[in-house]
Nanobody, 124 residues
């Protein structure tokens, strides 16, 4: 089991930046991929970004490419999501996810563990 807890959400003006963090605990000594998803009100859960255990492979959703950067620090069992040039349409609850194995998937049902989420609100 892996437990995940997100932090860093909040209210920011359009064009601003936020950095989300996700701390993992539990079975953290084994290789696992980590990712971020988001869900806006009335919408489906959307893939944001994912990163492999070694950080050698990253993947991004089309709507955040060039603005968001995912990274991880395995010594701290933490994954980060740097979000720049935020837009009102980025407003959502952001969820951290983890999965066993090397492959990165944009489908949320392929991920094994989830955090409770953190709210990000971008005002115009």
């Amino acid at each position: 089991q892996v437990q995940l807890v997100e932090s860093g959400g909040g209210l920011v003006q359009a064009g601003g930046s936020l950095r989300l963090s996700c701390a993992a605990s539990g079975r953290t000594g084994e290789n696992y991929a980590m990712g971020w998803f988001r869900r806006a009100p009335g919408k489906e859960r959307e893939f944001v970004a994912a990163i492999s255990w070694s950080s050698s492979v990253t993947s991004y959703g089309d709507s955040v490419k060039g603005r968001f950067t995912i990274s991880r620090d395995n010594a701290k069992n933490t994954v980060y999501l740097q979000m720049n040039n935020l837009k009102p349409e980025d407003t959502a609850v952001y969820y951290c996810a983890a999965k066993d194995g090397l492959n990165l998937y944009s489908d949320h049902w392929m991920w094994d563990y989830w955090g409770p989420g953190t709210q990000v609100t971008v005002s115009k």
